[in-house]
């Protein structure tokens, strides 16, 4: 299995930090470098902004305009999906489960 390409950079740390990240590398059986790595990996940003920002999100049934298949979040227009076969209901809360382009799948809650 090919290994990805990697960088280099320097970092410096205080060694009161550099100590903390070395018992806790150790308590989690990863070298120093493995384990800031993997925090780096956890804190930095993965997928699109939509899929950040909007997946989980809960709307109002009544937010779903039937007649033009669009709905406003965040400031933007999205078409819709449902994920069961219903007519939108005013009354039900659905959340988004997937973003894909500007096409949002949401479920009824």
Avoid: C
Avoid at 21 to 43: C, E, M, P, T, W
Avoid at 50 to 56: A, D, P, T, V
Avoid at 73 to 93: C, F, H, N, Q
């Amino acid at each position: 299995m090919a290994k990805d390409k990697q960088k280099r950079f320097l970092l410096r740390m205080d060694d009161s930090l550099f100590e903390r990240l070395s018992n806790a590398a150790d308590a989690d059986g990863r070298s120093i470098n493995a384990y800031i790595v993997k925090l780096l990996s956890q804190a930095a940003p993965h997928g699109t902004w939509e899929q950040r920002q909007l997946i989980g999100r809960s709307l109002s049934g009544k937010e779903l305009d039937t007649k033009s298949g669009l709905v406003l979040v965040a400031g933007i227009y999205y078409r819709y999906l449902l994920e069961s076969p219903e007519k939108p209901d005013p009354t039900a809360s659905y959340t988004i489960t997937e973003s894909n382009g500007n096409i949002l799948t949401l479920k009824k809650i």
